[in-house]
């Protein structure tokens, strides 16, 4: 009984912790069918903003999270000067 195993068995558990890392960063959840991991320009399906994933974590075998900002937010993180660099 203790050495035979299932092929069946599914465990669906989260595992980790995702923190929110920006002010202008958002969670969504998204299923498989989601372009949110588009190979060039990943967007959001409702609003078709171009985004950046920040991180992402799966929920289940069709499900995922993912912290996202839209990539003019982002890119304005990029933009400011640093002083004493030029």
């Given at each position: 009984m ?5 092929d ?6 989260v ?15 998204r299923?498989?069918?989601a ?30 999270m993912c912290e996202?900002?839209?990539k ?7 933009e ?7």
């Amino acid at each position: 009984m203790l050495n035979s195993y299932n092929d069946n068995l599914k465990i669906n558990a989260v595992s980790g912790t995702m923190v929110k890392n920006y002010r202008k960063s958002f969670f969504c959840i998204r299923g498989s069918n989601a372009y949110i991991f588009e190979e060039y320009k990943p967007r959001l399906t409702e609003s078709g903003s171009e985004i950046v994933v920040i991180q992402a974590m799966m929920l289940s075998e069709t499900l995922y999270m993912c912290e996202v900002m839209y990539k003019g937010d982002f890119d304005e993180l990029f933009e400011k000067e640093v002083p004493g660099n030029g």
